[in-house]
């Protein structure tokens, strides 16, 4: 009887063999966690001020020190950033510093700057656009109101503006209105909910006209999540509500360049730094110099990172989705999802360079923001009494979907942040042998 041979940690599909990625966390020296925060290693929330993460989980990245960084759209610092949330876990803030329990790494899709100790720079971000973002939020305010003015539904809201406060984000780079409070509000008018969404669209698409006009026309894009993926011009396209789906709830005005994929070069150009001394890219790249598509990023990685210094990459997000219409026979498939294409790009480097770059997944449908597919597990015909994934994240009718997610750790942010914290111990116990 022939014994089929094992597979490697990259080779694996919609895997709940976790066990084999503890392997490559505990083992592999040269490794780069490049990781994304809500629904990953914090639960999905209504209003984001109510985010809570686990201390011990932010200790435990300290196991992984230079090997680790996270990458998201949301902030480090303000009201609603992660570092205020880190504080309120330990309950004082020189503590935090002190101790160097700030995580490192690229927010604002990757023009905010930060190391272990909280010291924030924007790299390649210009004055005059810090004081446009500053008008943002409350220019939204104040379109939530008039909307809401105009609704004879408003009174039926508890505290409306308790609901608008909570829903602008005053981001100091990626300022955002956050739509999920009101969508609980509005779940017995869904159509007013999908109106509010399209006056957000509108709302954000006359900003970036606003600020063409005081000759910043470059320097913003709408960052929707989730989205559907985006049109021919490369604009991301709105995700509408549907039935027990808010469909997009987050509207991020955000700085050009700011995207998530070319993050993954900038967080690369330091890492080479600590484990050689240069930088590939120069010590002042930055994400806005990096090129848009996911083939020049490629080509960029190829053309100056010297493979025999390359690590093993494990990309980890949470928000990838895809949708299949069919209307007449004719197909249109969107691919979307703002953790998709910086996952994709690590997977891309890692078949390109054959480092065997590995693609993790937390299924993030069980917090209380309810537009995540949830993965589907059972026993296969195949699987015997193994439970296996059924369905990913994605249209089942995406035959073609070209990112492969290895580990899926389908019970959430919890499951993933007890695994992390397991694996941070059996490396720091691994380096002391």
């Not at 309950?91 to 905010?112: D, I, R």
């Not at 808010?246 to 998530?260: E, N, P, V, W």
């Not at 093993?312 to 249109?332: A, F, H």
Request: aromatic share 8%; hydrophobic share 35%; proline share 4%.
């Amino acid at each position: 009887m022939s014994v089929s041979p094992q597979l490697l940690p990259h080779e694996h599909t919609l895997s709940l063999k976790t066990e084999v990625l503890a392997d490559v966390l505990i083992n592999v020296e040269n490794i780069l966690i490049i990781q994304d925060l809500d629904g990953v290693c914090m639960g999905l929330v209504k209003d984001p001020l109510t985010r809570v993460i686990d201390r011990n989980y932010v200790k435990a990245t300290q196991a992984f020190e230079g090997h680790f960084y996270v990458l998201t759209n949301g902030e480090h610092i303000g009201e609603r950033g992660v570092n205020g949330i880190i504080e309120r876990a330990f309950g004082n803030p020189a503590e935090v510093k002190a101790k160097g329990l700030y995580l490192p790494g690229l927010a604002g899709g990757g023009v905010q700057w930060q190391d272990r100790q909280g010291n924030v720079s924007h790299p390649g971000v210009s004055e005059a656009e810090l004081e446009f973002l500053a008008e943002v939020p409350p220019t939204i305010k104040r379109r939530l109101r008039r909307f809401f003015e105009q609704k004879s539904t408003a009174a039926e809201i508890e505290n409306l503006e308790e609901c608008i406060q909570a829903s602008v984000l005053e981001n100091k780079a990626s300022p955002s209105a956050n739509l999920n409070t009101f969508y609980d509000q509005l779940r017995e008018y869904p159509q007013i909910y999908m109106d509010l969404q399209k006056d957000m669209q509108n709302l954000m698409q006359e900003l970036l006209q606003e600020a063409q006009i005081k000759g910043l026309g470059d320097s913003f894009f709408v960052h929707y999540a989730p989205n559907l993926g985006r049109d021919l011009n490369g604009q991301e396209l709105l995700r509408p509500a549907q039935a027990q789906d808010s469909g997009t709830t987050d509207f991020q005005f955000m700085l050009q360049g700011a995207i998530k994929e070319a993050g993954v070069l900038g967080l690369l150009n330091r890492y080479y730094f600590q484990r050689t001394g240069s930088y590939p890219l120069g010590e002042d790249f930055n994400v806005r110099q990096a090129p848009k598509t996911l083939e020049e990023l490629l080509a960029l990685v190829k053309a100056n990172f010297d493979p025999k210094d390359m690590p093993l990459m494990i990309g980890v997000g949470d928000t990838v989705n895809s949708s299949v219409e069919d209307i007449q026979g004719r197909v249109t498939v969107r691919r979307g999802g703002s953790d998709r294409n910086f996952l994709q790009l690590i997977q891309n480097i890692g078949q390109e360079l054959n480092t065997g770059n590995i693609i993790v997944y937390i299924d993030s449908s069980q917090g209380e923001v309810k537009n995540r597919k949830p993965v589907k597990i059972g026993q296969h015909e195949t699987s015997g009494d193994e439970i296996v994934v059924l369905e990913g994240p994605g249209d089942v009718r995406d035959v073609d979907e070209p990112l492969t997610l290895n580990f899926v750790f389908h019970k959430g942010h919890q499951q993933y942040s007890q695994f992390f914290q397991k694996a941070a111990r059996e490396r720091e116990a691994s380096d002391q042998r």
